[in-house]
């Protein structure tokens, strides 16, 4: 094993370098990985500027990066379902495991979150993270990547659960009309996994490029641009007046939940993955949801549904090929963060390989 690995390390806000650092040592429960691909999140940009320092990341020097996949190292004394060489996609919540939410499987918003007298760990946001030659994980993160899923895809299985996780929270309706307000990466995913899922209509409301990304890609049986149509008139007319089944929320922003409700139908259900900013507070027709009886689903992360997302990967259920869109090398991440942020590139998914 060599000692040193190249490293990004964000050193204040706005501010990093490629580094090279020591490679960490392992604990008993955990497992030291060659991260092969790291999909860049919408949440690392913000990391990067210091909006949340102190919080993500809770210091300085620091690694980011929670969205990727590689291939086992070594092992700690304590693990026994992996070896060297297996490749395994990673997680970014490791639950304590013993708090009430942990045992019931919702180790997304385990309750030592942030306490390090537990195991709890959050990658890439308040423990070392992936852009990074090597990385250490604790063993319950780790999801057996396919022979026939590619490392670049098995990257963006970390962002693409949170679209299945609250799809499955929601449940889909065979047959039914499903809204997607917000057409990035995730809002995309999650139009793809409804799909697959049995949804038969796929409408998705949005501007610029990225909605015409969703037609072009066939994600969207219908499209709905709010800057040149009222998108609550435009949903009425698109079901005969009824409302779509389910109404998932991708953007976080300002007026869509409003939105979304005026478009679900009676009876409906609205699924929140979009994270509003901090302080953001929404005015809601609260009798609406009343009358309409319409169950409003707050979702966080991805518990529990890699190993299906794989599974439905590896069996061509879906295919997120053409959401990665433009890959870069660890030297190269200033111009893969500019790749990223710039609309008119077309990026949707931008994977950088340590």
């Known amino acids: 094993m060599v000692s040193m690995m190249e490293a990004l390390v ?35 940009p913000g ?13 300085y ?5 929670h969205e990727w996949s590689g291939v086992v190292e070594t092992v700690g004394s304590n693990v026994t379902m992996w070896g060297k060489g297996d490749k395994v996609v990673g997680e970014a919540h490791n639950g304590c495991g013993i708090c009430r ?12 979150y942030d306490n390090p007298k537990t195991e709890h760990r959050h990658y890439g946001h308040k423990d070392q993270g992936a852009f990074a030659e090597y990385g250490i994980f604790n063993q319950k993160c780790l999801t057996a990547l396919p022979e026939n899923v590619s490392f670049d895809i098995g990257a963006i299985v970390d962002a693409a ?31 793809k996994v409804a799909r697959a899922l049995g949804a038969s209509r796929i409408i998705v409301i ?10 072009e890609l066939g994600i969207a049986t219908e499209t709905v641009d709010f800057e040149s149509q009222d998108a609550v008139k435009a949903i009425e007319d698109l079901t005969g007046g009824l409302g779509c089944d389910e109404v998932f929320e991708c953007s976080g922003a300002t007026g869509t939940l409003d939105q979304a409700i005026h478009i679900v139908r009676r009876g409906g259900k609205i699924g929140l ?4 900013a901090p302080g953001n507070m929404e005015s809601i027709p609260n009798r609406m949801v009343v009358i309409k ?62």
């Not at 990391?47 to 210091?59: D, E, R």
């Not at 518990?303 to 959401?323: E, Q, R, W, Y």
């Open 10 to 44: 964000l050193t204040a806000p706005k501010e990093f370098e490629i580094k090279q650092i020591p490679v960490p040592g392992i604990g008993p429960n955990e497992v030291l990985c060659r991260v092969k691909s790291v999909a860049i999140c919408g949440s690392d």
């Open 273 to 276: 993955v979009g994270i509003p």
């Open 161 to 191: 659960g949170t679209a299945l996780h609250v799809e499955t929270l929601t449940d889909i309706t065979p047959g039914g009309t499903v809204a997607i307000i917000g057409p990035g990466p995730i809002g995309l995913i999650a139009g």
């Open 61 to 65: 020097p620091f690694t980011i990066g």
């Open 206 to 215: 949005g501007r610029g490029p990225r909605l015409a990304k969703a037609k």
């Open 293 to 354: 009886e319409i169950t409003i689903q707050g979702s966080r992360a991805n518990p529990n549904v890699t190993d299906k997302l794989l599974s439905m990967l590896a069996a061509g259920t879906v295919n997120f090929d053409d959401i990665v869109t433009h890959s870069f090398r660890l030297q190269d991440f200033r111009r893969a963060l500019d790749t990223f942020l710039d609309r008119s590139t077309g990026a949707l998914k931008v994977i950088v390989h340590p």
């Open 47 to 59: 990391f990067i500027s210091g909006k949340t320092a102190g919080v993500w990341p809770p210091h």
């Open 101 to 112: 939410n942990c045992k019931e499987g919702r180790y997304n918003l385990c309750l030592n």
